[in-house]
């Protein structure tokens, strides 16, 4: 069996963090913006697509499963919000100005979150039963969390 590659286009002039979800590609952007501001859901077999969210705010760390899209919005101020792919329910997880590199693994997200000018933490998020908890202190405020769940 080989790989069949597939040509799509993208009618936006940025594009993205893009992944796909059984038959679908998704990426962050631009909706009448310089920047990426609302997430496309594309059907790779149809060439369907369509905007499932926009904001004025610029969106970043966009990544998915086959449950939960969860991205960044925001540039000052950021908030970690995240949409359940089957009640299209949207909420948001966390706001601050220090938050970077959500991961999403299952269920729960994991982030670093800079407290000070070189300390951090690791901070777990379940998304079903919302409980959230430190579970690992930095003493330099890394930008990744993939190894962390």
């Known amino acids: ?48 697509h369509e905007i499932i969210y926009s904001s004025k705010h610029e969106l970043s760390w966009l990544t998915g499963n086959e449950k939960w899209l969860v991205w960044v919005e925001g540039e000052t101020t950021r908030s970690i919000k ?4 089957g009640s299209r329910k949207r909420k948001v997880i966390e706001t601050g100005r220090s938050l970077y590199a959500p991961t999403l693994s299952g269920d729960y997200i994991a982030w670093v979150e800079k407290k000070k000018r070189d300390k951090g933490s690791v901070i777990l998020y379940n998304l079903k039963t919302g409980q959230k908890k430190v579970i690992a202190s930095l003493n330099q405020a890394a930008f990744t969390t993939i190894s962390y769940i």
């Open 82 to 85: 995240a949409e359940s792919l």
């Open 1 to 48: 069996m080989g790989l069949e590659v597939k040509k799509v286009e993208i009618p936006y002039s940025l594009c993205g963090q893009p992944f796909l979800i059984s038959k679908y590609l998704f990426a962050a952007v631009n909706l009448h913006t310089p920047f990426t501001n609302s997430i496309l859901k594309y059907d790779i077999k149809t060439g369907k």
